[in-house]
């Protein structure tokens, strides 16, 4: 992932995996560098050099420069040499003194210059590679890099040609091998967000994560396989830290919707990780660093997260923080060593939990999802119910007939009336929720039913910060009946009011009505745990789980019924 990865990669590869060739592979027992500004006469002087150790960046001064490279060779190779050069420019090579090899077309300036590519290997015949010290020489210029005095990292080794010439290939088999296995994972998750009813958002942002690690794969693939030219591989780098962010903020997300944590804290902690990605990213110029603390942010945050929820308790976060802690604990053996070896199987090792995970709570909430929808279906029934009762359809049509006798006009308004009501709720019955605004409309249509009934009139007084707010079907209505069920005889005018206040993305709806004198002690018990009441626990459930609060109390003849749940407004408002 890093500049240093694929050579670290090829070395580790060398001494585990082809421990036969491991006394003929070399690394140079010293560096010199030198400004191509020292040159006299277009020699380079005896003194003046810069001294670089192996696997530290080259303090580059200008565009052009040289390296001195000495390799001490103790034994002779029994199978063709070869010399492997990784570096940022294009150079000219010499051996002992004789031009053997040329990468590119160095120059003084990026139009004359002809970059050279990112990874050269070349031949060397036998007699060049006799047993004792050698110097090699590198002539180099990198005139087509954007921060040219930013420096730039030498790997150069020699070693047996036809292992050499397998470097790339060997590089790349492992984020390879791992990338269609990815691929697959991400394009299932994409599948079961997108083309499963109610989807739990999680599934997104894992399918990102697996995307983004897959696209991650790609790109460390693409240098092995394809290999490019020198000035390419900041676009490459800068891909890779882009890529970098987008799977740290995937998982980042994955964890906190996966463990249901609230809002406020999954904003809080999205923006300390955007905080600290910007920072790095204006503070650092090292691309190793920023993909480094950008991987590192999110993996900790996301650690963080799951054991907060491990101490609210919220199912699987315990499981969860494990794969968390397994996917960081490489990190113990070396901070670069972490991007450079383990990032990639550590990550699909944790794609690999999360999957497993998310099977046992993809069917938990199927089952959850089948079990709201027989409930959705029961509400429904209830509501048409609460309206059709065999007692209340017969007083009705008793009503009715007495009135048509004695004064058609107010028969016909009643049937109208009633007819009203139940085109009304057969229109919201299967809806989940509903406008405040809707649900008044219902109740004002049903006081009027019952005034005719109780040859009362009934009023209902709303305040309404916002008419737009969603409430769940037959909500008001059922505390509207309960009141009209339990309000003083003998009162011709009865008027309820229903106040709305908003604050903190929460609604709260105070309904006050008045309460029968004599009886009020056993009224008030029945409008907390009579069936209506149960109706409205129920609508409550099922819309917004266990996030509202129900309350029924008394003051001065008047029974207060105080609801509370979260802000939700009319799609599109």
């Known amino acids: 992932m890093s500049r240093r990865a694929g050579i670290i990669g090829c070395l580790l590869w060398c001494f585990v995996s082809t421990m036969a060739f491991a006394e003929n592979i070399i690394a140079p027992s010293e560096i010199q560098y030198l400004p191509a500004s020292k040159l006299i006469d277009g020699q380079a002087p005896s003194t003046g050099w810069t001294t670089v150790e192996f696997g530290q960046r080259i303090p580059i001064s200008e565009p052009r420069y040289l390296l001195r490279l000495k390799y001490q060779i103790d034994m002779p190779f029994e199978q063709p040499a070869g010399l492997f050069v990784s570096l940022l420019g294009a150079y000219e090579v010499s051996w002992d003194g004789a031009i053997v090899g040329q990468n590119g077309q160095p120059a003084l300036d990026n139009r004359a210059e002809i970059p050279g590519h990112i990874d050269y290997l070349l031949f060397l015949p036998p007699e060049y590679v006799s047993v004792g010290e050698h110097r090699i020489e590198l002539r180099v210029s990198s005139a087509r890099l954007s921060s040219p005095d930013e420096g730039s990292f030498l790997w150069s080794f020699l070693g047996d040609y036809d292992f050499l010439l397998t470097i790339g290939v060997k590089r790349a088999i492992t984020p390879l091998v791992m990338s269609g296995a990815t691929l697959l994972i991400a394009v299932y998750l994409f599948y079961s967000f997108f083309f499963n009813k109610a989807a739990p958002i999680y599934l997104l942002y894992s399918g990102l994560f697996s995307l983004s690690l897959f696209a991650l794969?790609?790109?460390?693939?693409?240098?092995?396989?394809?290999?490019?030219?020198?000035?390419?591989?900041?676009?490459?780098?800068?891909?890779?830290?882009?890529?970098?962010?987008?799977?740290?903020?995937?998982?980042?997300?994955?964890?906190?919707?996966?463990?249901?944590?609230?809002?406020?804290?999954?904003?809080?902690?999205?923006?300390?990780?955007?905080?600290?990605?910007?920072?790095?990213?204006?503070?650092?110029?090292?691309?190793?660093?920023?993909?480094?603390?950008?991987?590192?942010?999110?993996?900790?945050?996301?650690v963080v997260t799951a054991a907060i929820?491990?101490?609210?308790?919220?199912p699987y976060a315990r499981l969860l923080l494990v794969c968390l802690g397994l996917f960081l604990l490489p990190v113990s053996l070396g901070l670069l060593d972490f991007t450079d070896r383990y990032f990639f199987v550590s990550s699909f090792v944790l794609l690999l939990f999360i999957l497993v995970i998310q099977a046992q709570q993809l069917k938990q909430h199927q089952h959850r999802l089948a079990e709201s929808q027989l409930s959705q279906a029961r509400l429904e029934l209830e509501l048409v119910k609460r309206n059709i009762q065999p007692h209340f359809i017969l007083n009705t049509l008793t009503a009715i007939e007495e009135w048509i006798e004695q004064s058609p006009k107010t028969a016909t308004e009643f049937i109208q009336a009633l007819a009203n009501e139940f085109r009304m709720i057969s229109k919201v019955s299967a809806q989940p929720l509903i406008t405040v605004h809707e649900e008044i409309s219902i109740c004002e249509n049903h006081m009027r039913i019952m005034g005719f009934r109780n040859d009362s009139r009934f009023s209902l007084d709303a305040e309404l910060v916002d008419g737009r707010v969603l409430i769940p079907p037959g909500v008001l209505l059922t505390m509207v009946e309960n009141a009209i069920s339990h309000n003083p005889s003998g009162r011709e005018e009865v008027m309820f009011s229903l106040r709305q206040s908003i604050q903190d993305n929460r609604v709260a709806l105070i309904f006050q009505s008045p309460l029968n004198r004599h009886c009020h002690e056993s009224a008030a018990t029945a409008m907390r745990t009579g069936t209506g009441t149960k109706y409205i626990h129920a609508r409550m459930r099922e819309a917004f789980a266990d996030d509202w609060h129900y309350a029924v109390s008394e003051s001065g003849g008047l029974c207060l019924t105080r609801l509370c749940y979260p802000l939700s407004c009319e799609k599109g408002e």
């Open 217 to 302: 794969m790609l790109v460390e693939s693409w240098r092995g396989l394809v290999g490019y030219l020198y000035h390419w591989h900041e676009y490459r780098l800068w891909l890779v830290n882009g890529l970098s962010f987008i799977a740290a903020l995937s998982l980042l997300l994955y964890t906190q919707h996966f463990l249901n944590l609230s809002a406020t804290y999954r904003h809080r902690i999205t923006a300390l990780f955007a905080v600290v990605s910007g920072l790095v990213l204006l503070l650092s110029n090292s691309f190793d660093v920023q993909s480094l603390v950008l991987i590192l942010t999110g993996s900790v945050l996301s």
């Open 309 to 314: 929820a491990v101490y609210r308790r919220k």
